[in-house]
């Protein structure tokens, strides 16, 4: 368990202003930028039309308020 609160305690810090801005002035590199481009190839091939694409959209959004337990209000 100490690896997952090392994870947790690393995805829960609150950063400078300073390594903030750092952070979003880098540049992603070839490797990142290759990865994101498959990713939308990949999406684009198994959702190929705007409306399967918002399916997906609103199937994932109701999964994710499921998990985090949100209640869907009417």
């Known amino acids: 368990m ?3 609160d090392d994870v947790q305690s690393f995805a829960e810090r609150r950063l400078s202003p300073l390594e903030a801005r750092q952070y979003l002035e880098t ?3 070839e490797a990142e930028r290759d ?3 498959a990713l939308a ?3 684009r091939r198994r959702y190929p039309t705007p409306l399967e694409r918002l399916a997906y959209v609103r199937r994932a959004y109701a999964r994710w308020q499921r998990t985090l337990g949100i209640a869907r209000r009417q």
Request: aromatic fraction near 16%.
């Open 41 to 43: 190839r990949w999406f």
């Open 27 to 29: 540049p992603i590199s």
């Open 2 to 4: 100490r690896r997952q």
């Open 35 to 37: 990865e994101v481009l």
